[in-house]
């Protein structure tokens, strides 16, 4: 396919999700709508394990693999089969009963699924029954490749075109959305699938994050376990699954009569360069993403209409990302309302920015901003309008931000725009 000088317009015309909340996006929306949480309590065996809440998705059974054969399936690791039951909800929402050859070659639609810990769960599990039983799987090693998910959608689904696994914490599902999104833009593919999937509840692998005090230290309350810009927060809530959309060329979705949900109106990504795990003290990594998404989208600080924060519930996070976007956007950032829907889902990993691009299209779709829950006591630091407790009902969102930001450095926004 040749590329064109002139970058194209890229638009959103189907989504999918799972997570602890729900089975799909509307399932999601709806559970945060009514203020229920996905996560509870869990135990570990090892008493070492402080944490104590978590989202796991607990009814993830055959009903929702059957539309996909078994010689697919059977090698892939969750978080893969997860990014399998997503893409069908973002094709079947984006083209029905439409066979994908009758809108695009093969060769012009492609996947950018991405992961933070891909299959390790998955590999960890099969290396502990090869210690203890000198044999596993034949299929051990594809299990453990973080692009399996990739792999398995463009298989089910004769993608041939542009293909990668962005690797990148949690800023991953964000990143491989803006990934996909410059591959239409610049010609190289007509329609892309994007977005992320996680499944990390193996015990050594919960155990190596929780040692390095990085999960939420309470152990009664739901309310303090995942308060994003709350005095008393102290880690985020891990919690599984994947969420995918479908990114198209605007003019081949204006030629078909597809439902445009939005479209993408920038994208940055920039690292801190600074620690494998705390973001850097001067900000600036997170400043220039928020910056060049506004003049990449020609949207002025005044024009944001919402912002779904990064908000993971951590002391370093929370209040670094505050202090960010008023650097960024300056006296404008206190009249935009923000949150953290984090405080429902808990932090989905590689899925979370892909997710949190999806409440996005929704908020415009329905005009409500999520509230940011569980935020009873600010700390005083983090003094922006995060939208505390109460969603907010027929608002006007023309525009929004999403911002992911990730361990090693990364931080990454997509800006999306309402399309009449």
């Known amino acids: 396919m040749s590329t064109s ?63 996909f054969p078994k010689k697919i399936s059977k090698m892939l690791p969750l978080f893969a089969k997860y990014s399998l039951v997503a893409a069908h909800e973002a094709l079947s929402m984006a083209y029905g009963d439409t066979p994908l050859d009758e809108v695009v070659s093969p060769f012009d ?18 290396n502990n029954e090869y210690r203890a039983h000198g044999i596993s799987t034949s299929f051990a090693t594809v299990m453990s490749m973080c692009n399996a998910a990739t792999a398995g959608v463009t298989m089910h689904w004769n993608m041939r075109g542009v293909q990668n696994s962005p690797v990148a914490a949690c800023a991953t599902g964000t990143i491989a959305i803006g990934e996909a999104y410059e591959a239409i833009r610049s010609g190289r593919a007509r329609m892309m699938l994007a977005g992320g999937s996680e499944s990390l509840k193996e015990q050594f692998n919960v155990w190596s994050i929780d040692v390095i005090q990085a999960l939420s230290k309470e152990q009664d309350n739901p309310r303090l376990a995942c308060c994003p810009f709350s005095k008393g927060r102290s880690g985020f809530v891990l919690s599984e699954g994947a969420a995918v959309l479908c990114l198209e060329d605007y003019e081949l979705a204006q030629a078909r009569g597809a439902t445009i949900l939005g479209e993408v109106t920038g994208y940055a990504n920039y690292s801190d ?33 919402y912002i779904n924060l990064h908000g993971t519930s951590t002391p370093l996070n929370d209040v670094n990302e505050a202090r960010s976007i008023k650097l960024a956007l300056g006296d404008a950032a206190y009249a935009i ?18 997710m949190e691009t999806i409440f996005c299209l929704k908020a415009m779709a329905q005009g ?12 005083p630091d983090c003094d922006l309008n995060f939208v505390p407790n109460q969603h907010l009902h027929a608002q006007r969102l023309n525009n929004t931000l999403n911002l992911s930001f990730g361990f090693g450095g990364a931080n990454a926004g997509i800006m999306l725009r309402k399309v009449d």
């Open 337 to 354: 309302p923000m949150s953290s829907t984090k405080s429902y889902t808990g932090h989905l990993i590689g899925a979370a920015g892909a």
């Open 109 to 126: 639609r492609g996947v950018m699924l991405g992961t933070g810990w891909g299959g390790l769960d998955t590999a960890n599990g099969n």
């Open 5 to 67: 000088a002139a970058p194209r317009r890229v638009v959103v015309t189907g989504y999918g999700a799972i997570c602890s909340l729900g089975q799909n996006v509307n399932a999601i929306w709806d559970a945060m709508m009514d203020y229920q949480v996905g996560y509870r309590q869990h135990s570990f065996d090892d008493p070492t394990i402080h944490a104590r809440y978590f989202g796991f998705i607990e009814d993830f059974g055959r009903e929702l693999m059957r539309p």
């Open 368 to 379: 409500t901003v999520p509230a940011t829950v569980h935020l009873d006591e600010p700390d």
């Open 273 to 305: 360069a600074y620690d494998m795990t705390a973001p850097a003290e001067d900000l600036l990594a997170r400043v220039q993403v928020i910056e060049a998404l506004c003049r990449q989208s020609g949207t002025p600080a005044t024009a944001i209409d």
